[in-house]
């Protein structure tokens, strides 16, 4: 089975411009994550769904920081305006809760905002 | 979700048993142990997870003391590429629903 699938894995912008980050979750799961990883700051948790609903939202930073799960198979997590201190690794995340609620990763978007 | 102290790092000879431990002294009635690591520049990777008993699979054991206030990972043979980060979670929630939150972790070193 495919795992969780992000992308772009690797994009460098200018500050200022707005940046798309996209996850596929493992098919049939029905929990979404979104974390940043940072050096200074460790593991984040951004903002997580369940069947497509934010639960939680408490991490995401500010208002620049958006995310969405229009269906079951797609997330988004949009910064606009980017700022340079937003360069971090996104991880994207899915589990489904009648099989233990395990929690998968997928291998991360790596933003670098200039 | 109870706080997770974990030594900031380790080392372990290679083929010899690596055994990390983690204090979890808060950690509530319905909040389980989680076990994750972290190889440089990859995603975060479960390896196994328990509530009271101790849990095997291929990967590792997990050995929780019966008071709960604490756990210790065993990789019982470690190779080379068990080098990494690796997170000590306690998560709350019934049917295990809650976050992950993740600490700082214990960087293992596995040493030939």
């Known amino acids: 089975d495919a795992g969780v699938i992000q992308s772009p894995r690797h994009e460098v912008t200018e500050m200022g411009q707005e940046v798309t980050l996209r996850c596929k979750p493992i098919?049939?799961?029905?929990?979404l994550f979104w974390y940043r990883q940072t050096m200074m700051r460790g593991l984040e948790l951004l903002i997580y769904?369940?069947?497509?609903?934010?639960?939680?939202d408490s991490g995401m930073p500010e208002d620049r920081f958006s995310a969405k799960m229009p269906n079951a198979s797609f997330s988004t997590l949009k910064i606009q305006p980017s700022e340079p201190r937003d360069s971090a690794v996104y991880f994207c995340a899915s589990s489904f809760r009648r099989s233990g609620n395990t929690i998968y990763f997928g291998e991360g978007s790596w933003l670098t905002v200039v | 979700d109870a706080k997770t102290t974990q030594p900031p790092s380790m080392d372990c000879a290679e083929g010899r048993a690596a055994n990390l431990p983690c204090n979890h002294s808060t950690i509530s009635g319905n909040e389980y142990v989680y076990w994750y690591r972290q190889i440089h520049s990859q995603g975060p990777q479960y390896i196994i997870h328990g509530l009271k008993n101790n849990e095997t699979n291929e990967m590792a054991s997990l050995i929780i003391t019966e008071d709960r206030k604490s756990s210790t990972l065993i990789l019982p043979h470690a190779t080379l590429r068990d080098t990494a980060v690796y997170y000590c979670?306690?998560?709350?929630?019934?049917?295990?629903?809650?976050?992950?939150?993740f600490g700082q972790g214990t960087t293992l070193q596995v040493k030939p």
């Open positions: 098919s049939g799961h029905d929990y």
């Open positions: 769904f369940n069947n497509n609903v934010p639960i939680d």
């Open positions: 979670i306690v998560r709350a929630g019934s049917s295990n629903t809650g976050k992950l939150i």
